[in-house]
């Protein structure tokens, strides 16, 4: 898929806040500084498109972003497992990123990033068992992984898997926001989807 085209649309905290279209969204999940806001933005070929920041927890809201006019939404859910936010914070995000999964037809995927350096966390293991229990698709991208030596990869990916399959086949795409590598890969993946 070539990107020439990338906006944020609205941010929105409610229903009556998301966009009124028939649009395919592709949801993005993972841990605060997971790199889901450098994935994006390497996704879309944009340097600034979504602020990253070295303090995680600054995704407070549901982040709609149109791709190619319109073609489909990428939507970025606040990151979970931020100790330093209040619990009656971290509720309110909880029951915000609910209302989206459990009601919004127009999601077709989920993209559950995560870090290919460490083991899945129980809030990674906590979203992939909701998302698949609520029966909507689910991709999972290793993210950072010019950080790990080639000849450690399939040590790092089977370790996900083996987290993450429960016994079901599981696509899990390696990638790297500074190099770009699978990229292509991950679009190909995305496109089956809108």
Known sequence: MKVT?????????????????NIPEIALA?????????????MVNRKNLVRTSSKPGKTR???FYTINDDL?????VPGYGYAKVSKSE?????????????TREQLQLVVLIVDIRHKPTRED??????????????LIIATKLDKIAKNKRTQHINQIKNVFSHGEDVTIIPFSAETSENKDIIWKEIEKYI
């Not at 085209?5 to 279209?21: D, F, G, L, W």
């Open 72 to 76: 489909f939404y990428f939507v970025d």
């Open 61 to 63: 809201t549901l982040n």
């Open 90 to 102: 971290q509720a309110k995000w909880g029951k915000m990123m609910e209302e989206y999964f459990e």
């Open 5 to 21: 085209k990338a906006e944020i649309i609205i941010s929105a905290v409610s229903q009556a806040q998301y966009p009124k279209t």
């Open 125 to 138: 293991i906590q979203m992939y068992d909701y998302i698949t229990y609520l029966g909507i698709p689910i």
């Open 30 to 42: 993972g841990r605060s500084n997971v790199g889901k806001s450098s994935f994006i933005n390497k």
